[in-house]
């Protein structure tokens, strides 16, 4: 199972493979921006520090080098993160 590290945090979490990464952070607690929850506006961008991410589908919202959309994305390798303030 990868495990998900939150950047300023010292909260690991398992992914259990069945929710994207928004829903897996916010079950844990973890405040994210968000509002179409399925990849067209960008609100959830977050930084990926490290690790690899896949896509369930390709956002439409863009996304620069470095960050991801967690509500439409899950890791593929263990992954830290960083979340935006």
Same mark, same amino acid.
Request: glycine content about 4%; aromatic content about 8%.
């Given at each position: 199972?990868? $495990? *998900?590290?939150?950047?300023? #945090?010292? /909260?690991?979490?398992?992914?259990?493979?069945?929710?994207?990464?928004? /829903?897996?952070?916010?079950?844990? $607690? +973890? #405040? *994210?921006?968000?509002?179409? !929850?399925?990849?067209?506006?960008?609100?959830? !961008?977050? !930084?990926? *520090?490290?690790?690899?991410? $896949?896509?369930?589908?390709?956002?439409?919202? +863009?996304? !620069?080098?470095?960050? +991801?959309?967690?509500?439409? #994305?899950?890791?593929? #390798?263990?992954? /830290?993160?960083?979340?935006?303030?």
């Amino acid at each position: 199972m990868p $495990k *998900v590290q939150v950047n300023n #945090s010292d /909260t690991e979490l398992e992914y259990d493979n069945q929710d994207n990464l928004l /829903t897996v952070l916010e079950q844990a $607690k +973890f #405040s *994210v921006h968000y509002q179409c !929850r399925e990849g067209y506006c960008g609100a959830c !961008r977050c !930084r990926l *520090v490290s690790g690899d991410i $896949k896509y369930l589908q390709e956002p439409l919202a +863009f996304v !620069r080098q470095g960050e +991801f959309l967690p509500c439409c #994305s899950i890791p593929i #390798s263990d992954i /830290t993160i960083e979340l935006p303030d």
